[in-house]
C-alpha cells in the first residue's frame, strides 16, 4: 500500500539552531503535503502545507520544500525555540478527490536551551 | 468557541464493555475523520465521513462502528472492548475530503484493563 517514510525519528538541537525533517512518499498522484505539530497532550495542528504546483513556501522561521521528481520532501525551522519541542508529522494526500492523508511516523524534536 | 471538542477526554473501563465517544465541530466542514494513535505516536486513519456518508472505512473491526447523526457530529461507538484497542483517539475536520486541512480535537485517551 501506499506510505510516507520520515527521518529521523528524534531530533535534538540546540536553541538558534536550525532542524530539518525528512520525508518520502510512494503514491505519484499525491498532491498535497501537510506538516502538524503535536504538542504533548494535544491533538495535531497544521502548521504548514504545500501542494504539488509549488517547490517551496516559507512562513517566517518554518519553510517545506517539495521535490516531485524524487518523491520527497523536507520541513526546515531555523532559529529553534524551546516552545519548538514537540512531534512533527508529515503527511501526504492518497486515493483523489475520496481519499485521506497517509501520516510519517512523526519526529520527536526537542530544542535544548 | 473550541473548533473540533471530544467527550470524554479520559475513558477507562474493562475488557468487554462498550462504550462510545462524541466529536462535534462547529467550523461547518463537510468531512470529519477518526484516528487512532497507539503509544508509539502513529497516527492512522480509522474512518471519514463527508456530508454524513462512510467515505472511507480503514480495516477496522467491525466492533468500531462510526455514527453521524448531522454533518457537526461524528460518533464513535466501539462494542466488545479489548486490550489493544487502548490509545488515544482524535476527532478531525476539513471542509474538503483528503485535500485541505484538518483541524483535530484535543482526543480521548483510551485505556483498557
Known amino acids: 500500500g501506499e506510505n510516507v517514510e520520515q527521518h529521523p525519528s528524534t531530533l535534538s538541537v540546540q536553541e538558534g539552531d536550525s532542524a530539518v525533517i525528512k520525508c518520502t512518499y510512494s503514491d505519484s498522484a499525491s498532491n498535497y503535503f501537510p506538516w502538524y505539530k503535536q504538542e504533548l497532550g494535544k491533538g495535531p495542528q497544521l502548521i504548514i502545507d504545500?501542494?504539488?504546483?509549488?517547490g517551496e513556501k516559507k512562513d517566517q522561521r518554518i519553510a517545506v520544500t517539495l521535490n516531485k521528481t524524487a518523491k520527497h520532501f523536507s520541513l526546515h525551522i531555523t532559529e529553534t525555540q524551546p516552545e519548538d519541542s514537540a512531534v512533527y508529522f508529515c503527511a501526504a494526500s492518497i486515493g483523489g478527490s475520496q481519499g485521506n492523508l497517509i501520516f510519517g511516523k512523526g519526529t520527536k524534536l526537542s530544542v535544548k536551551p | 468557541d473550541t473548533a473540533v471538542s471530544q467527550t470524554p477526554k479520559y475513558l477507562v473501563t474493562q475488557m468487554g464493555n462498550d462504550k462510545s465517544i462524541k466529536c462535534e465541530q462547529n467550523l461547518g466542514h463537510d468531512t470529519m475523520y477518526w484516528y487512532k494513535q497507539d503509544s508509539k505516536k502513529f497516527l492512522k486513519i480509522m474512518f471519514s465521513?463527508?456530508?454524513?456518508?462512510?467515505?472511507i472505512n480503514e480495516t477496522v473491526p467491525n466492533r468500531f462502528s462510526p455514527k453521524s447523526p448531522d454533518k457537526a457530529h461524528l460518533n464513535l461507538h466501539i462494542n466488545s472492548l479489548e486490550l489493544g484497542d487502548s490509545a488515544v483517539y482524535f476527532c478531525?475536520?476539513?471542509?474538503?475530503?483528503?485535500?485541505?486541512?484538518?483541524?483535530f480535537g484535543p482526543g480521548t485517551r483510551l485505556t483498557v484493563l
Open positions: 478531525a475536520s476539513s471542509q474538503e475530503q483528503g485535500h485541505d486541512e484538518q483541524f
Open positions: 504545500i501542494r504539488s504546483n509549488v
Open positions: 465521513y463527508n456530508n454524513k456518508e462512510l467515505i
